[in-house]
């Protein structure tokens, strides 16, 4: 049921400076070259396509404003969640923007990156960019991808499906949530064949529904699975707190079970006939604190796709994810929702490369907002980043034009921050890009 006000008015505060009138339009910009490897393509493989001009986008808004038209939304990313708690209701806002106890996890998130500083490099060849990356058998156009955000109809009607088509429509993976307001089945159809999309799981103490999850979400099309490690129980969180304001007792964010047969098959009537039960069951399946190391060879034997675990901190529990025969793991505290006074996620980062990142994929969330984030994560060593609060708060506030703005808006910033510190690609960034400031 969403709170928040549905039409938002354009952003209100066009920069007063006036706009340099851009040498190209973004149609007449550079034709974006093929990387080196497509000029000979080897009959058996497919062409690889032109990498994407993110920057182009920068122009695409400067020529708009010749015409007096604005963005929508503040191309500051940093700024949507001001905007979204002047416009949307406190409950879906605060539900957002809050995070564990008095929030200083969230706040070491923004400190860990900002502690690094880029060390931009001159004279060099950047006219041609690539921010392609491989990972998992697959060429993403940028190392990006959207974070699982769970009950995003709370945020705008479009939910998880406006959400999921704005990344499909730039080629940028969607990551479902298992406490997604949308059942999956629904979000693989709005996405499209062939829409990389993955499955976070929240590992439940039903390991008939789990079956199913995995089942269900290997059949949609999900490729990959992303196993949530830090939400074992919910932690205290004083904004939701402070309003009792929990959707999932409102059976939003229950879509996934309250369609699963595993799960209907606990229940003595239909969820329509008894909602408080059914909400009363899904919370005695959710908390699951018991769950070990030991556990991970069940999924491990049911899923056959790519398995990342999410929420690793420590390098010795990065060890045991690659010893356990997992593919990925994600550096991330849950955006600071979960361990109060943890350290920021970034101070992680390299820790956890440097134990296992020969031996599996490292990717990272909590606290990226902005090109420069972006760009210091994957210097220290990420292959790719999540995006969490930011598209949410675009969601909220244009529906699924919005989550694409804040892509945009992510992807131009990086490509921007690259080429001006020197680098043509993700490839190209290491720790020498850096300096601790
Ligand atoms: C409102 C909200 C809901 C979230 N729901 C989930 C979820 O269902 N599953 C999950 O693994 N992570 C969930 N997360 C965590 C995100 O995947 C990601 O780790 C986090 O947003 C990163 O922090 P940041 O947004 O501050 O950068 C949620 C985060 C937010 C803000």
Redesign the pocket.
């Given at each position: 049921m969403p709170e928040n006000e549905p039409a938002p008015e354009p952003h209100p505060e066009p920069d007063a400076a006036p706009a340099s009138v851009p040498e190209r339009a973004p149609a007449a910009a550079p034709a974006a070259q093929p990387p080196a490897q497509a000029s000979a393509p080897s009959p058996a493989q497919p062409p690889v396509p032109a990498p994407t001009d993110w920057s182009a986008f920068q122009y695409e808004i400067y020529l708009n404003g010749m015409t007096g038209t604005v963005p929508r939304l503040p191309t500051d990313l940093t700024r949507l969640e001001e905007v979204a708690a002047a416009r949307l209701g406190p409950g879906p806002v605060g539900?957002?923007?809050g995070s564990a106890g008095d929030g200083k996890t969230?706040r070491a998130?923004r400190e860990a990156l900002d502690r690094w500083r880029i060390v931009p490099r001159m004279l060099r060849d950047v006219a041609r960019r690539d921010l392609s990356v491989e990972l998992f058998g697959s060429r993403l156009p940028a190392p990006l991808a959207l974070?699982?955000?769970?009950?995003l109809s709370i945020m705008h009607p479009d939910a998880e499906p406006g959400a999921a088509q704005a990344a499909a429509a730039r080629g940028v993976p969607f990551?479902l949530?298992?406490?997604?307001s949308t059942p999956m089945e629904q979000v693989a159809e709005a996405m499209g064949e062939g829409a990389e999309r993955w499955f976070?799981l929240?590992w439940g103490r039903d390991r008939d529904v789990t079956e199913s999850f995995l089942d269900r979400a290997a059949k949609s099309g999900y490729s990959a699975l992303?196993v949530?490690l830090d939400?074992r129980l919910l932690a205290w969180r004083p904004r939701d707190l402070d309003q009792a304001y929990l959707p999932f007792l409102r059976g939003v964010g229950t879509a996934n079970y309250f369609t699963d047969p595993a799960f209907r098959a606990g229940l003595a009537k239909p969820v329509h006939e008894d909602l408080n039960a059914a909400v009363l069951h899904f919370v005695s399946l959710f908390n699951h604190p018991g769950t070990t190391w030991e556990d991970l060879a069940f999924l491990r034997e049911r899923w056959r796709g790519p398995i990342l675990l999410?929420?690793i901190q420590h390098p010795d529990d990065a060890r045991r994810a690659a010893d356990a025969g997992m593919d990925g793991v994600?550096v991330?505290?849950?955006?600071?929702?979960q361990v109060n006074g943890a350290i920021g996620a970034a101070d992680a980062l390299e820790p956890v490369v440097d134990a296992v990142g020969g031996r599996l994929e490292v990717l990272f969330?909590?606290?990226?907002?902005t090109g420069d984030n972006v760009f210091k994560a994957i210097a220290l060593g990420a292959r790719a980043v999540?995006?969490?609060?930011?598209y949410?708060y675009g969601l909220g506030l244009d529906g699924q034009a919005g989550v694409d703005h804040v892509i945009r808006c992510l992807l131009a910033e990086f490509d921007l921050t690259l080429a001006l510190a020197g680098y043509k690609g993700p490839g190209e960034l290491g720790r020498e890009a850096l300096s601790r400031g």
């Open positions: 539900y957002v923007a969230a998130n974070a699982p955000v769970g009950v990551i949530s298992s406490a997604s976070q929240y992303v949530t939400t999410k929420g994600v991330s505290n849950h955006g600071g929702r969330d909590s606290g990226v907002r999540l995006l969490g609060r930011p949410a």
